[in-house]
Structures are given as structure tokens and as C-alpha cells.
């Protein structure tokens, strides 16, 4: 960490003392989701460079550690989406090192990137969230049966870790249902499954202890999958002139922070809810690590509320630099 002096060249006979720190922003990484890791990786170290920091851009895996080992970090900016980035195995890492890191610590990344798991802390702290079940391959016939019996069609069928709306399938009839969930348990050994709420996609950026502005997402199809999340010609819109009601908007708001409250987060996090016809909203997951991309929410939501890109970024590396 340096000091220089923000005022230099100016005609003025103040000092202004400014932070300069020396940055690692991790991106890419293992998981499935490393091209989107990738793009909101060079967003953020671009930003960081444009406030002044030294940034390195680096990529890293559990064989391959050594981003980690350059003298001198003085905060590891996390970047990386999905398995081994969000779920608490790279903090874990940096941890072991003693290296300041952006985002939540090992344990509430690893239990918030649980899907089942943040339903289980949600329904203990009175959200409403769809009912579930997580079907693993030990699962005998019959168990599924049942299971599947009680939570009939239509049903969301998800991997428990992962993100991006990767193999996420809508399922309306048994036939889709049951070979949807043979499809993912053989590829991911468990599989969630979620009753089918229809309704508005809303979700709340969280920055700090700060809850940003509800933002409304329209998907041109069913749900908000990888296509309508990435793809430029998607035509997905996103609105904050939703017109819903204050009182409902806050109460969405504080529900969005307590769950994040309730995880143990830090930092940042973005929460993900449906409103259905009757008013209620449900809580689908939480996201400790969203994208920075120039289609992610978190930045919009920031932008909002007054908070540029580049200022946005700066202040988690900050948060992290303050532990």
C-alpha cells in the first residue's frame, strides 16, 4: 500500500493522502461459469486500475496456486463464479496465507452457495421460499417417488452448487421432470428440486449493510436462464420502475439483508426473489460472488443509488483492506 498525493499539480497547499493498494484479481478459475468469471474479472481489474491501484489479473485452481504467492498483496479480489471461487475453497486458500480477500469468508460461502442449505436458513428466519427436495443418487425408487409425488408439476429442477442458471429446467409435465432429474443427478450426483412459483423475478443487490434498489427483471422467456443472463440479443429488460409498492419494496429489501445477515456475509451479495399474483414474495437463492459484467445486477442496482462502477469496486477492495 502506497500513499501518494491526490492534489499533485494542483495549485492547492493541501495534501490529500490516498490509498493505493496493490491488488490480485482472480478470474476465471475451474468451474463452468469461468467465461463469465473471465469477463466480470477484467471489468473489475480495469475499474481498480482506473481509481489509481496496482492490479494484477490472475487466474488460479487448487493444482495451479501461484497468484497467491507474488509478495506485496495487500487485498485478493475474488472474481471467480461457481464451484471452487464462490463456495469457499479459494477463501479458504487465501485464509491459509493470511491474505485480505473481497467477500464472505469460507463458511458463508460455502453456505450460502448451498442452495438447500440457504432454504433451510431462510425458512428458520421466516422468508418464504418454495418447497424442495434434494434428490441424491443413494435416493432408492421409492423415496423419489414419494418425494416427487408430493411436490407433483410444474417443478424447477437445479444443481444444489451451482450458478449462472446452468442446467436449471422448468418442467411441466412427469416425462420432462423425471428425465431432467436423471440428467442431473448423473452429472452432479444430487440434484434440487423446487415447486414451480410463477411471478415477477426481482432482486436486491446488497453493498456493505446497504440493500440497493429493487430491480425487476423481464426475461423473453419462462425463466431468466444463461441465454437471457449473457447473451447481447437476449432482449431481457430490467427495470427499476416497477411500480410496486413502497412498503412492499422495503420489506423485500429487509428480507434480502437478513438472509445475508443470517449467512454471515460481507461485502456484497445480490438475493433473488419471485413475487407471485398474491403478493408474496419468495426467496429463490442468494449470490455472494455476482457478476460485474456489463449485463450484472449488482452494478446496475449500485448504479441506482448513485454508485459508478468504479467506485463500486473500489469500495469492497476497501472493505477488504479494512479487516
Same mark, same amino acid.
Not at 409425488?149 to 409435465?173: E, F, R, W, Y
Given at each position: 500500500?502506497?500513499?501518494?498525493?491526490?492534489?499533485?499539480?494542483?495549485?492547492?497547499?493541501?495534501?490529500?493522502?490516498?490509498?493505493?493498494?496493490?491488488?490480485?484479481?482472480?478470474?476465471?478459475?475451474?468451474?463452468?461459469?469461468?467465461?463469465?468469471?473471465?469477463?466480470?474479472?477484467?471489468?473489475?481489474?480495469?475499474?481498480?486500475?482506473?481509481?489509481?491501484?496496482?492490479?494484477?489479473?490472475?487466474?488460479?485452481? +487448487?493444482?495451479?496456486?501461484?497468484? $497467491?504467492?507474488?509478495?506485496?498483496?495487500?487485498?485478493?479480489?475474488?472474481?471467480?463464479?461457481?464451484?471452487? #471461487? +464462490?463456495?469457499?475453497?479459494?477463501?479458504?486458500?487465501?485464509?491459509?496465507?493470511?491474505?485480505?480477500?473481497?467477500?464472505?469468508?469460507?463458511?458463508?460461502?460455502?453456505?450460502?452457495?448451498?442452495?438447500?442449505?440457504?432454504?433451510?436458513?431462510?425458512?428458520?428466519?421466516?422468508?418464504?421460499?418454495?418447497?424442495?427436495?434434494?434428490?441424491?443418487?443413494?435416493?432408492?425408487?421409492?423415496?423419489?417417488?414419494?418425494?416427487?409425488?408430493?411436490?407433483?408439476?410444474?417443478?424447477?429442477?437445479?444443481?444444489?452448487? #451451482?450458478?449462472?442458471?446452468?442446467?436449471?429446467?422448468?418442467?411441466?409435465?412427469?416425462? =420432462?421432470?423425471?428425465?431432467? $432429474?436423471?440428467?442431473?443427478?448423473?452429472?452432479?450426483? =444430487?440434484?434440487?428440486?423446487?415447486?414451480?412459483?410463477?411471478?415477477?423475478?426481482?432482486?436486491?443487490?446488497?453493498?456493505?449493510?446497504?440493500?440497493?434498489?429493487?430491480?425487476?427483471?423481464?426475461?423473453? #422467456?419462462?425463466?431468466?436462464?444463461?441465454?437471457?443472463?449473457?447473451?447481447?440479443?437476449?432482449?431481457?429488460?430490467?427495470?427499476?420502475?416497477?411500480?410496486?409498492?413502497?412498503?412492499?419494496?422495503?420489506?423485500?429489501?429487509?428480507?434480502?439483508?437478513? $438472509?445475508?445477515?443470517?449467512?454471515?456475509?460481507?461485502?456484497?451479495?445480490?438475493?433473488?426473489?419471485?413475487?407471485? +399474483?398474491?403478493?408474496?414474495?419468495?426467496?429463490?437463492?442468494?449470490?455472494?460472488?455476482?457478476?460485474?459484467?456489463?449485463?450484472?445486477?449488482?452494478?446496475?442496482?449500485?448504479? =441506482?443509488?448513485?454508485?459508478?462502477?468504479? +467506485?463500486?469496486?473500489?469500495?469492497?477492495?476497501?472493505?477488504?483492506?479494512? =479487516?
Amino acid at each position: 500500500m502506497k500513499c501518494v498525493n491526490a492534489m499533485e499539480g494542483a495549485a492547492h497547499s493541501d495534501h490529500i493522502c490516498q490509498d493505493v493498494l496493490d491488488i490480485t484479481v482472480l478470474m476465471g478459475g475451474p468451474s463452468s461459469e469461468k467465461e463469465v468469471s473471465i469477463q466480470s474479472g477484467q471489468a473489475i481489474a480495469a475499474a481498480l486500475e482506473r481509481r489509481g491501484h496496482h492490479v494484477v489479473r490472475a487466474d488460479i485452481s +487448487e493444482a495451479n496456486q501461484a497468484a $497467491l504467492d507474488r509478495p506485496g498483496i495487500d487485498v485478493v479480489f475474488i472474481a471467480l463464479h461457481g464451484q471452487f #471461487g +464462490e463456495s469457499g475453497d479459494v477463501q479458504r486458500i487465501c485464509e491459509g496465507r493470511g491474505l485480505r480477500y473481497t467477500g464472505s469468508a469460507s463458511r458463508a460461502s460455502e453456505l450460502a452457495m448451498d442452495k438447500a442449505a440457504t432454504k433451510q436458513v431462510a425458512r428458520r428466519i421466516g422468508l418464504a421460499t418454495p418447497d424442495w427436495r434434494v434428490i441424491e443418487e443413494f435416493h432408492t425408487p421409492q423415496q423419489v417417488a414419494d418425494w416427487m409425488d408430493q411436490l407433483g408439476v410444474p417443478v424447477v429442477l437445479k444443481p444444489v452448487n #451451482g450458478g449462472s442458471s446452468i442446467d436449471l429446467v422448468i418442467a411441466h409435465t412427469l416425462q =420432462r421432470r423425471d428425465g431432467a $432429474l436423471d440428467e442431473l443427478v448423473d452429472k452432479y450426483s =444430487r440434484c434440487l428440486v423446487e415447486r414451480y412459483v410463477r411471478g415477477k423475478e426481482l432482486t436486491v443487490g446488497i453493498l456493505g449493510s446497504q440493500a440497493l434498489p429493487v430491480l425487476q427483471i423481464i426475461p423473453p #422467456g419462462e425463466c431468466y436462464d444463461y441465454k437471457a443472463k449473457y447473451a447481447d440479443d437476449s432482449g431481457t429488460l430490467y427495470t427499476f420502475d416497477h411500480g410496486l409498492a413502497d412498503d412492499l419494496v422495503q420489506r423485500v429489501q429487509a428480507d434480502a439483508l437478513a $438472509l445475508y445477515n443470517a449467512l454471515g456475509c460481507r461485502d456484497m451479495s445480490r438475493v433473488d426473489f419471485l413475487l407471485d +399474483e398474491q403478493g408474496t414474495h419468495w426467496l429463490l437463492e442468494i449470490n455472494t460472488i455476482p457478476g460485474f459484467t456489463s449485463h450484472s445486477l449488482l452494478p446496475m442496482a449500485a448504479g =441506482r443509488a448513485g454508485i459508478d462502477f468504479d +467506485e463500486l469496486v473500489d469500495r469492497i477492495a476497501r472493505m477488504a483492506m479494512s =479487516r
